[in-house]
């Protein structure tokens, strides 16, 4: 990437930020890691949240040569006009935690999804229905 870049040339990224920090997932995950014991992900695995970690994209701008690097946060919104779309779009997400409910029995697939649903009926995650959704966005200068 920096390589291709003329001198004074800005390189720019988004990635997720932590996984805590984006209900619109972390409410489903939750549930399910309460019902299905699933191992937790290796560090630097692949995945939606890799590059979260403090200082990891700064670090490898730096060592690719960049200057004046700059990391903001973003927020920006989902929506998900019913529980059951963002049910559907969620159990159809290519997130490894998300997929195991394809191996799951029906029962505890249904008792997932009823937990879920009572979540958002009681609004305890209000960032679900507005879709508050937060990544990193980092620029540097070559």
């Known amino acids: 990437m920096v390589r291709v870049l003329k001198p004074g040339g800005k390189s720019l ?6 996984l805590e920090n984006n209900f619109w997932i972390t409410a489903i995950l939750e549930t399910i ?18 590059c979260a970690k403090e200082g990891l994209i700064s ?3 730096l060592q690719a040569g960049l200057k004046n690097i700059k990391q903001k946060e973003i927020t920006a919104k ?5 529980a059951d779309v ?28 009823k937990e879920v649903y009572h979540l958002l ?3 305890i995650l209000m960032e679900i229905s507005d879709g508050l959704q937060r990544s990193s966005l980092i620029d540097g200068v070559k």
């Open 59 to 61: 670090d490898l701008f």
């Open 13 to 18: 990224l988004r990635f997720w930020n932590v």
């Open 121 to 123: 009926d009681q609004n």
């Open 78 to 82: 989902m929506h998900f006009k019913t």
């Open 86 to 113: 963002y049910w559907d779009m969620m159990t159809k997400v290519n997130y490894a935690r998300c997929l195991s409910l394809n191996n799951a029995e029906d029962d505890i697939k249904e008792n997932i999804r």
């Open 33 to 50: 890691s309460r019902h299905i014991d699933l191992p937790a992900p290796l560090p630097g695995a692949p995945g939606m949240f890799r």
